[in-house]
Structures are given as C-alpha cells and as structure tokens.
C-alpha cells in the first residue's frame, strides 16, 4: 500500500507561482511513475504530468507544458510540481498519485491517490 499525501496549494495572482508537494510512503518498490492530475468543478479530471522515478523522465500535458514543471526528490520520496504563469483555468483540485509505468496520462494507470489539494487563482 502507497500512502500520498499532497500539501502546498492554496490561492494565488494570475500570473504567480506555487509549488506542490507530494509526500509518497509505505511500500513504493513497485511505483516507478508518479503523476500529477486535476479536477475543476464540472469538468473531467486531466493528466497533468508524469515522472520516472529515478529516472527522470517526465510527460506533460498540452495545457501545462512550458509553464509547470515535475521533479523529485528520492531522498525524501517527494514529487513536486511547480506551476508558474498561473491562470484561471488552472483553478482545481490537484491529486498526486502513484502506478507501475508511465504509460499515460490516464488516471486508470495509476493505482494510488491522495485526498488532494486545492489550488485558486484569482484574476
């Protein structure tokens, strides 16, 4: 079992920054893809980004590709996503989450979610 748990949104100018954490535990052996996704209300939940653990690869969605970036820290089996040039349509719920492989930025790779964390932006 993988326990995520995300911190670090909150609200924000257009135009501002944050960085999200995702603090991964328990038996992570088999999780070499971490993911970032989202939900606004009313609308699907989108991939975000992906990363290869340990190696570094990352995937990025088209909507955040250049702005947001997707990193680790194995030391402290964190995964980060900083978003910068934050708009609007950036407003959602943000969930870490774990799987196998990085295949896709489908949700139904990835096996294990954290409760989320809201980002606002405000214009």
């Known amino acids: 079992q993988v326990q995520l748990v995300e911190s670090g949104g909150g609200s924000v100018q257009a135009g501002g920054s944050l960085r999200l954490s995702c603090a991964a535990s328990g038996y992570t052996y088999d999780s070499n893809c971490m993911g970032w996704f989202r939900q606004a209300p009313g609308k699907e939940r989108e991939g975000v980004a992906t990363?290869?653990?340990?190696?570094?690869?990352?995937r990025y969605s088209d909507s955040v590709k250049g702005r947001f970036t997707i990193s680790q820290d194995n030391a402290k089996n964190t995964v980060y996503l900083q978003m910068n040039s934050l708009n609007a349509e950036d407003n959602a719920m943000y969930y870490c989450?774990?799987?196998?492989?990085?295949?896709?930025?489908?949700?139904?790779?990835?096996?294990?979610w954290g409760r989320g964390t809201q980002v606002t932006v405000s214009s």
């Open positions: 990363i290869v653990t340990g190696v570094g690869r990352t």
């Open positions: 989450a774990a799987g196998s492989a990085c295949k896709t930025l489908l949700g139904t790779d990835f096996r294990f």
